[in-house]
């Protein structure tokens, strides 16, 4: 109950935590701005701690998970679509609190992290990235993504305490420090599904053609 309470996870500043992340995450690279990046802070007792940046997968679709607009709107909508789908692109928590403390910190911060933004992010996404354009398509969020990197040493077991379950596997094919690629262990991928909202985009955020109208009142 007392990490519950003392932790918070908060909108934050997307460049503040690219730094955070090119600095101390183990991949040393700010997240694509392609990908429409976000960013959440963990905080500590008000104190911060790590972040969270979700964005947009870098694939368009996936078999059994997800398919492109373009496959949903010739018939096959019993699938989701990819603006239906975020990646945890980055997690990073101060290693210090990944040491054993006796208060259970080290075992559930980064779960419990987790669960707070899952919470928030089918809000937060509509706000981040309103579907303005092409409100035709589904928009809710409906899974999040997310990898652990066997070569680096991660197992799934923050997500797998967070309520994902293991999807399947890929092959992990990337560069740390920006050299050339390099195979490097498996990637796990886990996926977390999320409920249809009873709510419209526009219950959040208004719509252009209301939004210039309060502003010629």
Not at 11 to 17: D, K, P, S, V
Not at 24 to 53: M, Q, T
Not at 67 to 78: E, F, K, P, V
Not at 141 to 155: P, Q
Request: charged content about 20%; aromatic content about 8%.
């Amino acid at each position: 109950m007392g990490l519950k309470k003392n932790l918070q996870v908060k909108r934050c500043n997307l460049q503040w935590a690219q730094e955070l992340v090119t600095l101390n995450h183990y991949l040393h690279r700010p997240v694509d701005k392609r990908a429409l990046p976000f960013a959440y802070s963990i905080e500590l007792n008000e104190k911060p701690v790590g972040c969270i940046i979700m964005a947009i997968p870098h694939w368009n679709r996936q078999r059994g998970l997800f398919t492109t607009q373009s496959q949903w709107l010739n018939g096959d909508r019993n699938q989701l679509t990819t603006w239906q789908v975020l990646l945890i692109s980055r997690l990073w928590i101060n290693p210090e609190l990944q040491q054993p403390q006796s208060n259970g910190h080290a075992n559930c911060i980064a779960s419990c992290a987790i669960a707070k933004m899952l919470k928030q992010v089918q809000v937060d996404w509509i706000k981040h990235h309103p579907p303005v354009k092409c409100p035709m398509f589904p928009y809710h969020i409906r899974l999040i993504l997310s990898h652990a990197d066997t070569g680096a040493g991660h197992e799934g077991t923050i997500y797998k305490a967070a309520g994902f379950e293991q999807w399947g596997v890929t092959q992990n094919q990337r560069s740390r420090h920006g050299g050339k690629q390099e195979k490097s262990g498996t990637k796990l991928i886990f996926i977390k599904r999320l409920p249809e909202p009873n709510y419209s985009w526009t219950d959040i955020v208004k719509p252009p053609q209301q939004l210039s109208l309060a502003l010629a009142i």
